[in-house]
Antibody, heavy 121, light 108 residues
Framework: QVQLQESGPGLVKPSETLSLTCAVS????????WAWIRQPPGKGLEWIGY???????KYNPSLKSRVTMSVDTSKSQFSLKLSSVTAADTAVYYC???????????????WGKGTTVTVSS | DIQVTQSPSSLSASVGDRVTITCRAS??????LNWYQQKPGKPPNLLIY???TLQSGVPSRFSGSGSGTEFTLTISSLQPEDFATYYC??????????FGGGTKVEIK
């Protein structure tokens, strides 16, 4: 059974860097893309970006200047860093596996349970 | 970026009702449209991909259709477990695989 588990600090101070890791188990890590999505309290889903196991990344343009994703294939995990955070970055952060069914179409078929990150001094 | 607009943002319905949710994309996305269901405190769950393909294990009362820029999620007979928030997502245009704003289905 494929499982994804997010981990990282639940509280981050304004202007600092949010760092999260997603550990993957029960799935081949290679040949998949891996995504980060967030959901502010009471609001909808926001796409942050994704990373391929090779390290290739694609980021949401609205967050691109502050986002860095990385991958550690030896540990079957990938990470998110979001710099210069403000209260607007308070959200539940989800990691997910992306499955491509053709050269363009894809969907997220496995999700982590999510981790709440609060930005506050 | 392709914008995705869902409507309505919320609706009230009764068990057994037929429910329709619409998603409109700002340009053609060639059917690359997914639907997810999210219940409180849980991550989203994939219902439909490629506009109309039902994900394995999803009840057949859920169906998707559409063309060009307008897409529909239909629940043929609403069940108690279907009260949730539904999101569409376009996957045609990277890097931002945008979600719609969500539709909350509540008990009437």
């Amino acid at each position: 059974q494929v499982q994804l588990q997010e981990s990282g600090p639940g509280l981050v101070k304004p202007s600092e860097t949010l760092s999260l890791t997603c550990a993957v188990s029960g799935s081949s890590f290679s040949n998949y893309y891996w995504a980060w999505i967030r959901q502010p309290p009471g609001k909808g889903l926001e796409w942050i970006g994704y990373i391929y196991y090779t390290g290739t990344t694609k980021y949401n343009p609205s967050l691109k200047s502050r986002v860095t994703m990385s991958v550690d294939t030896s540990k079957s995990q990938f990470s998110l860093k979001l710099s210069s955070v403000t209260a607007a970055d308070t959200a539940v952060y989800y990691c997910a596996r992306i499955y491509y069914y053709d050269s363009t179409g894809n969907y997220m078929d496995v999700w982590g349970k999510g981790t709440t990150v609060t930005v506050s001094s | 970026d392709i914008q995705v607009t869902q409507s309505p943002s919320s609706l009230s319905a009764s068990v057994g009702d037929r429910v329709t949710i619409t998603c409109r994309a700002s340009q053609s996305i060639s059917g690359y449209l997914n639907w997810y269901q999210q219940k409180p405190g849980k991550p989203p769950n994939l219902l439909i991909y490629a506009e109309s393909t039902l994900q394995s294990g999803v009840p057949s009362r859920f169906s998707g259709s559409g063309s060009g820029t307008e897409f529909t999620l239909t629940i043929s007979s609403l069940q108690p477990e279907d009260f949730a928030t539904y999101y569409c997502q376009q996957t045609y245009s990277t890097p931002s695989l945008t979600f719609g704003g969500g539709t909350k289905v509540e008990i009437k």
